[in-house]
């Protein structure tokens, strides 16, 4: 099974950026679709950003479409999230999480392996 450790979050001005990484370890990078979660205070754990294992498609939530960006090095068995004109709302702690399954999942349900969240605060 693979482990994930995520790093990068920090706190940020509204309309900066910040990246964040994701390191997998203990399995084939290649052999999962990784997604980035978040969950902000008192809400639902919600669907950020996916990779598919298949062929490197990915797919964002609208909410952060055109400012956020999921990307994977199988070299470095590492996805990041790169989100710029960050919001207040965006505040959350975010979530790196891995399936083995060939597609592009959205339900937190449908991933097996979870990192332990890095915080990301957006200040007005």
């Known amino acids: 099974q693979v482990q994930l450790v995520e790093s990068g979050g920090g706190l940020v001005q509204a309309g900066g950026s910040l990246g964040l990484s994701c390191l997998a370890s203990?399995?084939?990078?290649?052999?999962?679709?990784m997604g980035w979660f978040r969950q902000a205070p008192g809400k639902e754990r919600e669907f950020v950003a996916a990779?598919?294992?298949?062929?490197?498609?990915?797919y964002y939530a609208d909410s952060v479409k055109g400012r956020f960006t999921i990307s994977g090095d199988n070299a470095k068995n590492t996805v990041y999230l790169q989100m710029n004109s960050l919001k207040p709302e965006d505040t959350a702690v975010y979530y790196c999480?891995?399936?083995?399954?060939?597609?592009?999942?959205?339900?937190?349900?449908?991933?097996?392996?979870w990192g332990q969240g890095t915080q990301v605060t957006v200040s007005s």
């Open positions: 999480a891995a399936t083995k399954l060939y597609t592009i999942q959205l339900l937190t349900t449908k991933y097996k392996y």
């Open positions: 203990g399995d084939t990078f290649s052999s999962y679709t």
């Open positions: 990779i598919s294992r298949s062929d490197g498609s990915t």
